[in-house]
């Protein structure tokens, strides 16, 4: 079993790369065929875990299309209580546009709902969301996940854009936590 130390933890491979792309793959051909008709969707790629998601199924996406590259940033408003939600690198026409969101992994779905409230004053016709990995255990938002390539149970996971503190996202292969009472 191949194991990797990221800061204080160890992880063991638990999808390969091979399996990764295979799965992309099979997400990339379900959005080809809902978008076919569409004229030029915009995808939205969350920076920075979804980096290497967005490379790997924009390989596979066979219509003309615009990708941008954002970051989410939350700072607090006027009074402290009120957070305030950027897109920072947000400078493509979203008006009338379909827009699909590419992001690493959904968990709780906080992230999500507050991409959710930015996109959604943009005029966009259309906002879907696709994510490498989606925890249907932890999600509890009814905003609807329609394209994800693999599902997850808890399980913390770093590689192929993922990240422990910043480390891992560099990994070609996901990596999963050691549960702590395994040595
Ligand atoms: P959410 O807001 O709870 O849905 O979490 C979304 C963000 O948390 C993701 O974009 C990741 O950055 C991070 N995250 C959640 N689960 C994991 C994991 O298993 N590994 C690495 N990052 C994670
Ligand atoms: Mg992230």
Do not use: F, H
């Given at each position: 079993m191949q194991r990797i130390r990221l800061h204080d933890k160890d992880f063991f491979v638990s999808i390969s790369n091979e399996e990764i792309k295979k799965k992309v793959k099979v997400l990339a051909d379900r959005i080809n065929y809902d978008y076919?008709?569409?004229?030029v969707p915009l995808f939205v790629c969350i920076l920075n875990g979804a980096f290497m998601f967005a490379a790997e199924l924009l390989q596979s996406i066979n219509f003309d299309c615009e990708i941008t590259f954002v970051k989410l940033a939350s700072y607090n408003g006027i009074n402290s209580e009120n957070t305030v939600n950027e897109l920072i690198?947000?400078?493509?026409?979203?008006?009338g546009r379909d827009i699909i969101v590419v992001e690493d992994i959904v968990d709780s779905g906080n992230t999500l709902v507050k991409i959710d409230q930015i996109l959604a004053e943009?005029?966009?016709r259309s906002i879907e969301y696709a994510t490498l990995f989606f925890k249907p255990e932890t999600y509890k938002k009814d905003?609807?996940?329609?394209?994800?390539a693999m599902e997850l149970l808890k399980n913390f996971i770093v590689g192929f854009g993922l990240d422990y503190n910043q480390l891992g996202?560099?990994?070609?292969d996901i990596y999963e936590v050691l549960p702590e009472n395994k040595e």
């Open positions: 076919s008709e569409k004229p690198g947000l400078n493509n026409n979203t008006k943009k005029g966009a905003i609807v996940v329609k394209y994800y996202r560099n990994l070609k």
